[in-house]
Structures are given as structure tokens and as C-alpha cells.
């Protein structure tokens, strides 16, 4: 969509009557947007997969160091710039960042509306989750013995975080994307994989330590 | 303050232009609703004291199993009837629970505001924390395997809480407490409880749950 379909205080997004006064509409496509976001992590995550190889790490804790290196650089860099740059819809150059929240709010215009909600949850996610995700792939690295629990609390907030997300979407009556595409692919489908595997990580983690704990107690009993 | 003091659409809350038709004042006054709950919290919490005492948890377990029963009666009972109450402010009889949060909203309006932020955090709270905070104390007194990561899970989740509440407060101005000694006692004490108490027992179960873990590894290696 071209820059000229909106006037000044016109904007993409829903509902109609958010006020985004200064708005600039989005310079860059879709895809220009998007494959550039998941090239470079498929890059980093590719990096990250062949260096570990050269350890004694198992498969699965390559994998988790992959996913641990993707969701930290996307919770410090693009959720960080989120959560710190209240004015990114007024951006007036293409900066790649500001692109990429112009166009995720088409899915929720919370994030141009700054509902505090919203920025609560990305600032915790961007400044507590971001730099422990990246801890969390150095523990696994290095076998540190607070490396299942600091996973499990980074999935937590993870969890929480897209808890509050959904629910006070709902509660607020569930209407901020622009169409159903960018409904079920930007607010569901992107939000749904924070979901997902931190589910199952933490799932594991827990076993594991529920495990050790176990395993502990009877050494405890046994003495 | 006597119910007379407000006419049909006034209140006693801050900012004064928040709109809630239809809002009764308290019945009870504040003693009537704060000594009620620290007294019937007292003697739950006495109660678990002595019954624990008869069985060979430790000291340590037996305070976390008092504190477990205290805030997981409070998140389910206190903090679950907000969550399903949208109207507790209209409530026309002393109903205990209606009155605990027309008092409450005196330190946070956006309580009986409504705020969707509010709404979610308290409905996790009561939902998810509150069961689980029972199921903590049925951990500890049965030495679970589970006890440290659920007590852990729990701990994270009223953090993540918190944080959400306070941040939320101080992004939309900071500006709902009806004067300061509802902001320091309401507001910032009485939550404060629940970031210092979280806060303890989540480092004693990391470093439980790491020993556990370092313990778990070495035998492994030792194999």
C-alpha cells in the first residue's frame, strides 16, 4: 500500500478511530520486512548450529542453543527497539526496525497505540528475557548446573508474557488487526510459536529437575 | 466517609474524572475489612503452624507451608472474586469481598476501573497461582520431587506480576492512589509483600534446584 492512500492522521490499522497523529506509513514491502528477519536468523541460527557441532553437545542441546541465540536477539533487538522507541510510527526513513513494528501492527495496533499493557510486557521481555536467553545458550554450551532452571524461568516469563498478551486482547475486545491475514499470521500465528516451544522446554525442564531433585533426596536418605 | 458523602456517580477513587455508574460506597469500615482478613489469615496460618509440627518437615518448610496456604487462600478467594466480579463496586450490601476491593481501589482505581492489565494479571493470579500455591504446601509436606520447581514456577509468576502492575501504574501516570496513605500502604506495602516474599523463597529454590543439578551431573560423570 502507497504512502498517498493515507493523509496525516490516517493509518492501516484497526479500529479506524486510533489516533497516530504524525504517522508515517511503511516504506519497505511485506517481504522485504520479513524475509530479511528470518534470513538473518536462519544465518545466526545456521552459525550457532555448525559451531556447537565442534563440542561435545548433544543434538538436542544444539538445537536449544539455536533457539536460545534466535529468541534472545529478537527479544534484545527488535522487541528492545519496541519498547524503547514510543515514536517508531512517526519514523520518516526506512529504518528497518520501525518497519518491522509498522507493519506487525497491522496484526495489533496496540503496539502503534502503545497501550501500556503492550510495552510492559516487551520491555521485560526485551530487557530481563533477551540478555537470559543468551545466558541460557552459554550455560547449555558449558554445562553449567543452573542451566535447566535458568531455561525454565526464561520460558515462564515467555509464557506469562504471551498470557497477558492474549488475555488483554480479549478483554479488550479482540479487534486491533487490520484483516484476518494479518490477524492469524502476525497477532496468532507469530505469538503462538513463543507458546509452543517454551511449553515444551519447559516441560523438559522440569523433568529434568524434578529428576536431580529426586536423585538428590535419596542420595540425602541413603547416607 | 459516610455513603453519603457521594452522589449517584461520584467516588472516593483518584483521578477524580474516572467514570463508575452505578458505585456504591463501602459499608465497613476500614478496620472491619483489614482485621478480618490479617485475623482470619492468622489463625489459617496458626493452624498449619501446629498441624506441621506433628510431622518431620523442618522449620524452614513448615514457615513456607504457612506462607503458601496464606497466599494461595488469598489469590484464590480475595484476588479470584475480583477477577469474576466486573460489577463489585455497584454491590449494594456489605458483601465482605465487595467491600475488600471498594477499600482496595483507594491505593489502585484501575482496580474498579477495570483496566484490562489489572484484570489479567489478578485472573492468572486466582486461576493459575492459587491452586498451585496449595499444591506447594501439599509438595513441601509430602517432600515431592516437584516441591522447589513448583514453589519456583509460583515465585516467578507473582514476580512477573508485579512487575506487570507496577510498570502498567507508572506508564498510564501513576496517578490512581486517593492520597498517600493509600499509595504507600495499598499500593506499594502490601504488593511490596509479594515481590520481597516471591523474591526469597525463588533464590533458596534456585540454589536448591542448581545443587540438586550439580549433584545429578557429577554422578553421571562419576558413572
Chains 1, 2 share one sequence.
Not at 529468541?71 to 520501525?98: D, N, Q, R, V
Not at 479487534?175 to 511449553?199: D, E, K, L
Request: overall charge positive; some cysteine; aromatic content about 18%.
Amino acid at each position: 500500500m502507497a504512502a498517498a492512500e493515507w493523509g496525516e492522521s490516517e493509518h492501516p490499522y484497526a479500529p479506524k478511530d486510533l489516533k497516530l497523529p504524525g504517522y508515517v506509513p511503511c516504506f519497505l514491502s511485506q517481504k522485504d520486512i520479513v524475509f530479511p528477519y528470518l534470513g538473518v536468523s536462519f544465518l545466526v541460527v545456521s552459525l550457532i548450529w555448525l559451531v556447537s557441532g565442534r563440542s561435545k553437545v548433544s543434538k538436542t542441546d544444539r538445537l536449544l542453543m539455536c533457539w536460545w541465540v534466535f529468541t534472545g536477539l529478537t527479544h534484545m533487538i527488535l522487541e528492545g527497539y519496541f519498547a524503547f522507541s514510543p515514536e517508531f510510527y512517526k519514523e520518516k526513513t526506512p529504518h528497518f526496525l520501525a518497519e518491522v513494528w509498522k507493519e506487525y501492527s497491522k496484526g495489533d495496533s496496540r503496539y502503534a497505540g502503545r497501550e501500556s499493557g503492550i510495552v510492559t510486557v516487551e520491555g521485560i521481555t526485551a530487557v530481563l528475557e533477551g540478555p537470559a536467553s543468551l545466558l541460557a545458550m552459554y550455560a547449555i554450551a558449558t554445562r553449567k548446573s543452573y542451566s535447566y532452571i535458568l531455561q525454565f524461568s526464561v520460558c515462564l516469563g515467555q509464557l506469562y508474557g504471551c498470557l497477558v498478551y492474549f488475555i488483554t486482547a480479549f478483554l479488550d475486545g479482540d479487534n486491533f488487526a487490520a484483516g484476518p491475514f494479518y490477524y492469524w499470521w502476525y497477532y496468532a500465528f507469530a505469538n503462538g510459536v513463543w507458546v509452543v516451544i517454551p511449553s515444551l522446554i519447559a516441560i523438559r525442564c522440569w523433568k529434568k529437575i524434578t529428576a536431580a531433585t529426586a536423585q538428590a533426596e535419596k542420595k540425602i536418605k541413603t547416607k
